[in-house]
């Protein structure tokens, strides 16, 4: 429980979703280092400190054959997570109110993934030792666990910040007030420093991420005296005395193929030491936060996946080549950009063939041998001449972030039916005016504009593509002078939003 005068029911914490913490997520993770996960499709999942059930309500949701129960203290958080159950009609999810101190393992079961997001670092040392031995106790064989936890150096420059809006706030009641007197302060110290010092720069850098978080969460996360970064060596000290060991993070690759080769190659000098060199990544990047995905002390990781790993998942690509490809057969060197700028390219026609595919059918994953197939008739080369460059170079495309794996595979139309249904879970999500939103693939993306959000809310089955336009149209305010252009343009705007849709993975027909 937090120490605060006012706790999560009084103030209740927004909840997201975290695809980064889902099944799928956690059971490729164990699967590419060589252990056998549950499958997503049929699987049983606790999360502790749940909040308002958000995260697991987007997983009932998209895995209805597998079971889910989260846990939380905070009453209002639990009672908002049962009505929304109810409201989505989810028999496969339970939500219990009760301490994660006071639970029975024996009761809860044993499970094939425990998640905790956001909970480890806030709470005190006894809970952090009850939430492990959950972990140690409740977690199969084969299961995969995933916590998150502030991490130094990071929170370091965190501290700062954290340490000057409490003393500045210490004697306000009011939880709003202390978070906006808190930030005015920041403000305040930001204007007045030397403005050309590291330090002014560091409380600058601080400041900019406030304006995208919610003031509850302010609230709990950066205004609670209870609030304990880790050094990563620190945590994974923690896991042994309760039979666990760290497998990766949750975005394992990710960073590391934004290193340059230099850095990477020193690295490599560590050898196996695989703690020391998260560490010293952590040292890098300046990390302040980890969600950390770990497994039983038992379990053999192979730390060494080879490329033939890849025969054993579900691949998707949203990249595109960065100019146009012209002759696929050839052995000349194409570029792929994917999300966030990242870059990496491949040579082999069977590769370059496979990332075209897989942009085509975003946001469909498509299973590996089927796509080697297409990919061979693409090019015209035998499947067979997949061994071993091409896998080579799809492994290196996997690890620099320009292909997904995946275990799971969900179905959704890839075209808009007469009369299109938007994912429920979407609709409910923009209902309660959530920001980004879960598509049926389980990614997020936030609604590029108003139209979209609304558009989206229309699409329940009622109505055919001429009744959206219709609806659209009497409900947008269009500005007097382009009325007329735009209303004749919306027909054609809404067939490219409902062709849209159905790419991300957003329509049920
Ligand atoms: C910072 S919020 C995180 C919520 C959600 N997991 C997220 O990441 O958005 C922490 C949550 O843990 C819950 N919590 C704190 N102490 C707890 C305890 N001892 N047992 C169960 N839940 C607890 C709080 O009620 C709150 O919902």
């Known amino acids: 429980m937090t120490d605060q005068k006012f706790s999560y029911d009084e103030v209740p914490y927004s909840s997201f979703t975290f695809p980064q913490t889902r099944p799928?997520?956690?059971?490729?993770?164990?699967?590419?280092?060589?252990?056998?996960?549950?499958?997503?499709?049929?699987?049983?999942?606790?999360?502790?400190?749940?909040?308002d059930g958000t995260n697991l309500l987007s997983f009932a949701y998209i895995l209805p054959d597998s079971r889910f129960v989260g846990i939380d203290l905070a009453k209002g958080h639990i009672d908002r997570a049962k009505a929304a159950a109810d409201e989505l009609q989810l028999s496969n999810v339970e939500f219990h109110c009760e301490d994660v101190t006071k639970v029975d393992c024996q009761e809860l079961g044993k499970f094939d993934f425990i998640i905790a997001h956001g909970l480890f670092s806030w709470v005190p040392e006894h809970v952090r030792t009850r939430i492990l031995e959950i972990y140690e106790l409740c977690l199969k064989p084969e299961g995969v666990g995933c916590l998150s936890y502030n991490v130094y150096p990071g929170c370091k420059t965190r501290e700062i910040v954290w340490d000057m809006m409490k003393f500045y706030t210490a004697e306000l009641a009011d939880p709003m007030e202390r978070v906006a007197a808190g930030i005015q302060f920041l403000n305040f110290i930001n204007f007045a420093a030397d403005q050309e010092s590291t330090y002014r720069r560091v409380i600058a850098t601080e400041?900019?991420?406030?304006?995208?978080?919610?003031?509850?969460n302010i609230f709990h996360d950066d205004l609670s005296n209870l609030n304990r970064p880790f050094y990563f060596r620190e945590f994974t000290g923690l896991l042994e005395p309760h039979g666990l060991q760290y497998l990766c993070e949750v975005d394992a690759f990710w960073n590391e193929s934004r290193l340059r080769p230099e850095i990477e190659a020193k690295l490599d000098e560590l050898g196996d030491d695989v703690l020391k060199r998260e560490q010293f990544i952590d040292y890098i990047l300046g990390r302040p936060f980890r969600t950390s995905v770990i497994v039983r002390e038992a379990a053999s990781i192979d730390r060494a996946p080879s490329p033939d790993i890849l025969k054993n998942f579900y691949l998707a690509s949203q990249a595109e080549p960065s100019a146009e490809v012209r002759e696929l057969a050839?052995?000349?060197?194409?570029?792929f950009k994917g999300l966030d700028g990242v870059e990496a390219s491949a040579s082999h026609p069977l590769a370059k063939a496979a990332v075209i595919e897989l942009s085509s059918q975003w946001s469909n994953s498509v299973k590996f041998d089927d796509l080697i197939r297409k990919a061979a008739d693409a090019t015209r080369l035998s499947v067979d001449e997949a061994e071993p460059q091409a896998m080579n170079e799809l492994f290196e495309l996997f690890k620099a972030g320009i292909i997904y794996l995946h275990r799971f595979r969900p179905e959704f139309p890839t075209e808009a039916s007469e009369k299109p249904i938007a994912s429920r879970f979407v609709r409910w999500q923009l209902q309660k005016k959530c920001k980004d939103i879960t598509a049926l693939s389980g990614m997020n993306l936030r609604p590029s504009d108003d139209l979209m959000r609304l558009?989206?809310?229309?699409?329940d089955g009622t109505r055919d593509w001429d009744d959206l336009v219709a609806e659209a149209a009497a409900r947008i305010g269009f500005p007097p002078e382009k009325k007329e252009a735009m209303l004749e343009q919306l027909p054609a705007v809404i067939e490219s939003r409902l062709v849209e849709f159905a790419r991300l993975g957003l329509l049920e027909a």
């Open 24 to 51: 799928d997520r956690l059971a490729t993770l164990a699967a590419i280092y060589g252990l056998q996960p549950a499958d997503p499709e049929n699987c049983r999942v606790l999360e502790l400190g749940c909040g």
């Open 455 to 459: 558009l989206l809310l229309l699409c």
């Open 207 to 216: 400041l900019c991420q406030y304006s995208q978080r919610t003031p509850e």
């Open 330 to 335: 050839s052995n000349a060197a194409v570029t």
